[in-house]
Each structure stands twice: as C-alpha cells, then as structure tokens.
C-alpha cells in the first residue's frame, strides 16, 4: 500500500475565538491514562514504543498523556488529517519555543528552537544557506571524506555498541557544518567533551527541566551521584568553555564563508546589534546535540534492520556495484518510517483557540503529533510493523503520512544532511563489513532524551567482508 498524502485542501483549521460548533469537544474530555505522571514518565522511558500503542490501542487515535514533571497533560494526535492541521497553523497559534524546555540544559533559550513567529522565520531564513546550495555541496563532499576514514577504525571481529562509533561520525559531520573546511584548534577535545556530555542522555534524569528548578532543588540532585546531573554540569562548564574559544578564534582569524558560525558572527537583531557569544554558543550548542543524536539515532536502526535482512543487504550492494542508490534510498525511508529518531514531534504550545478534528484546545494546552503511530498506522501502511524497503520503491513520502523531519514552518533544517549521512554510513559499512547478530528479533526501543535508541545501542559484531569474486578465486 502507498503512502498517500493528504485529501484534497481543506479550510483554514483555526478558529479564532468564535463558539465552538455543537459537534466539538474540548480537549479535556479526550481519554487517558488515570495513572501518576510519574508512572506514566516511567513506562515511557522505559518502553516509550508499547507505551504510545498500548495509548492508541486503549483510547484511540486521539488522546492525552502526562509524562512530565510537574504533571500536565499533553494530547497526542495521530492522524494525517489532524497532523497537517497542526503543521499549517498560522505562527501566532502554535507556539514551539516551550516545546524544547527538556533540551535546555543544552541550548539555553535565545537559539532558533526557543523562537516564535517572525523572530523564528527571520532567524531561520538566515540560517538556512548553511544547510542548503554550496554548503549543503561541500558537507556531502566531507561527508563521503569522513565516512572512509572513521568506519576503517571502527572495531572489527568483536561485539560493540555501534551507536557510539556512529554518534562520533555525526559529530564530525556537524564540526563540518559549524565550522566549515577549517574546524578550530582544539577540535579533538571539544569532539570527546561533547560526547562524554551527552551521555548523560542515556540516564533517567536527562528529561528533567533543570531551569524550572529552584536552585536548591538543583543542588540536591546534583548530590545523588548516581543521576549523573554533577558530572554532566561539570562536562557543561568545560565545553561551554571551548565553544566560547571556538568562536573568538573563528572571529580573531576573519574567517568568513556560508558555515554555521560565519552566519551567526554576521547576523543581527532588528535594532542593528550584533547576537552576543551567549546567543552564538546557544545555537552550536543546539546543533551539537540536536544534529548528531538524531541522525546517530537513524542509523543505529538502520544497521539493526539490515543485520537481521540478508536480501536487504546483497540488494544495497548490487546496487552500490552498478552505481545506483535506489533501493538504499528505499531502506532509508523504510528505516525512517518505523524508527524516527523522533517520535513524537516538538510539542506545540497552543497560543489561541484552535479546532482540530473536532477537538477544540485552547491557550495554554500542548499538543504532540506522533510521528511513530502516524508512521506506523495500518490504513497508511500494509504490514505497518515490517521492515519492507520495496514500499517506497517509485513512491515518494506523504507530507503528513511521513514525518520523521517533522513539517510545517519548523521541519528540521538538516533534512537532507541526515539522509546523506545514513546513505553514506550504511554504503560504506556494507562495502567493508559483514554485520553479524545473535538475537534474530530487532531490539525494542529506549528513551535517550527526546530520541528513541535501540536498547542495546545496536550491539554486533562487524566482520571483514571478503567479496564473492576473491572467495571464488581462493
């Protein structure tokens, strides 16, 4: 079955302030889960794939959930129909900025996440020539440059987690994309800095908004040692440090070009000032994270697939042998339709009354489009939960039936980076490496703070790959 994109165009979904039609219902009455939010945030953590079934399973394709603390509801929409409405809600509406509070602790709050309206499409549009054209030639360039050479090293003949391995050549990638062809001096460390950080992400205190905390509260918990939150703090300090160093060195050596950094040195606000290094640090800090553990994300599952599907592979590298990408593109898509890094797209604050599939939710309510139910609902997809690369064969991926970039005004910047990126790491990994698996069954899922990883961080054993032609001539 094909994807299909949205019905035919329908009207504005916002309804200003005017009285709700008789046929609406407020979002209050949608159905839920009675449990404690902390239950609730555990069982999430934990397994946040069963949790959203079970939801949708139990209460249907609209309800609400609360898995944060303090505890409020946010209401989880799962259809096409009510996915587009949410996308295509005037600025004004929708707000996003809020929806980042669990990332803070990594990008502050002046970046390109925390803006709203027209101070979020000024800033993007300035930002957008460093992720698309020349830069977007020169990334792909570094790209297939860096794949070669971090994949040789990775370990052979053994069992690793390859999610850190894939997680350090994402961070290669964005030095390329924040700072162009000359990264800074200190690269090296500030490369291990960053992911030492983000480990902290694999802990269960990495959702915590620390800056909602009372400074005492934050104090107690950096004592328990076990929550990893004075280590990460610690590691903080030392990388914000770095970037700082980064960005004098960028600017004392007149280094200007269409990298993210040059960008935001030349950039300004309305009133001609020039954004400060804190408003500079912010937005690296939000594309060291948010631009590698996505795409790291995606590529972990891809391997866990492809490890587990033989006719997956010798297919990729017929392909790869004859000098077509077809059907690796396909694999990509499929990866990303069951496994979006993720799943559940950036909550949208609800700024005026807005009516979506005869749901009315007014100012202040939160809403969550689902990109995991919506990626996997079976009158969209046949066989939903399998891994079937062929259905994207000739077909391109519904706007609102396919979000693992999320859609509207604030899709992710570096769509087409991350696809590069998958297509290059899984090439080059099949050209290299046969991928061996004991457990026949794909891992489950687990929450690494706003992205889904395979619980074993997709463990297996790469072995040399000796071609057929060589075995045959042996």
Same mark, same amino acid.
């Given at each position: ?8 165009? @329908? ?43 079970? /939801? ?17 509801? %946010? ?9 587009? !409405?949410?996308?295509? !809600? ?10 980042? !509070? ?70 290669? %990638? ?18 291990? &800095?960053?992911?030492?950080? $983000? ?8 959702? $915590? ?42 600017? +004392? ?11 935001? &040195? ?15 640090? +912010? ?6 994270? @948010? ?8 590529? !972990? ?18 392909? $790869?042998?004859?000098?077509? +990408? ?52 079976? +009158? ?31 899709? /992710? &910047? ?9 297509? @290059? ?6 050209? =290299? /490496? ?10 489950? @899922? ?6 889904? %990883? ?5 463990? $297996? ?8 032609? =060589?075995?045959?001539?042996?």
């Amino acid at each position: 079955m094909n994807t299909p994109e949205a019905g035919p165009a @329908a009207r504005c979904p916002v309804d200003h302030g005017a009285a709700a039609p008789a046929a609406t219902i407020p979002a209050t009455a949608l159905p839920g889960s009675k449990k404690h939010a902390v239950v609730q945030l555990y069982n999430y953590w934990t397994n946040p794939q069963a949790f959203v079934e079970d /939801c949708r399973k139990e209460y249907g394709p609209r309800f609400q959930v609360s898995i944060r603390l303090p505890p409020r509801p %946010v209401y989880v929409l799962t259809t096409p129909d009510d996915v587009k !409405a949410m996308f295509t !809600a005037p600025a004004d509406v929708l707000h996003t900025g809020n929806g980042s !509070a669990t990332i803070e602790k990594y990008t502050g709050q002046s970046g390109l996440a925390w803006l709203d309206e027209d101070e979020h499409k000024v800033r993007r549009k300035a930002m957008m020539p460093s992720y698309h054209g020349g830069a977007l030639e020169r990334i792909a360039e570094a790209i297939t440059e860096t794949v070669r050479t971090d994949v040789a090293d990775w370990p052979r003949g053994t069992s690793v987690q390859l999610h850190s391995h894939i997680h350090s050549f994402t961070m290669n %990638v964005i030095r390329e994309v924040v700072y162009g062809p000359e990264g800074p001096s200190r690269w090296k460390e500030l490369h291990r &800095l960053l992911l030492e950080m $983000m480990e902290f992400n694999n802990g269960p205190a990495s959702p $915590m908004l620390l800056h909602k905390m009372p400074p005492r509260m934050v104090r107690v918990l950096r004592a328990i040692r076990p929550l990893g939150l004075e280590r990460f703090l610690k590691l903080r300090e030392r990388v914000d440090r770095l970037v700082y160093e980064t960005i004098d060195e960028h600017r +004392d050596a007149g280094r200007r070009g269409d990298d993210l950094l040059s960008r935001l &040195l030349e950039m300004t606000h309305p009133d001609g000032r020039a954004l400060s290094d804190s408003e500079i640090r +912010d937005e690296l800090s939000t594309i060291f994270l @948010a631009g590698t553990e996505t795409t790291a994300a995606a590529i !972990a599952w891809a391997f866990v697939y492809l490890a587990r599907d033989r006719a997956a592979v010798a297919r990729i590298r017929e392909e $790869m042998a004859a000098g077509e +990408d077809t059907y690796l593109t396909a694999v990509v898509h499929e990866v990303l339709r069951l496994r979006p890094s993720i799943p559940n797209i950036i909550v949208r604050e609800v700024k005026k009354p807005i009516e979506i599939g005869g749901v009315r939710y007014e100012p202040g309510q939160h809403l969550w489009a689902s990109a995991f139910l919506l990626n996997r609902d079976p +009158d969209l997809y046949e066989d939903p939960d399998a891994f079937r690369p062929e259905r994207f064969i000739g077909v391109k991926p519904g706007t609102y039936s396919w979000i693992p970039f999320g859609g509207g005004r604030i899709r /992710c &910047l570096g769509d087409r980076i991350a696809l590069l990126e998958m297509k @290059a790491v899984i090439g080059e990994v099949l050209r =290299q /490496c046969d991928l061996h698996v004991s457990d026949p069954e794909p891992e489950r @899922a687990r929450s690494r703070i706003v992205v889904n %990883v395979p619980a074993d961080f997709a463990r $297996m054993e790469l072995r040399p790959r000796v071609p057929a032609a =060589q075995t045959a001539g042996a």
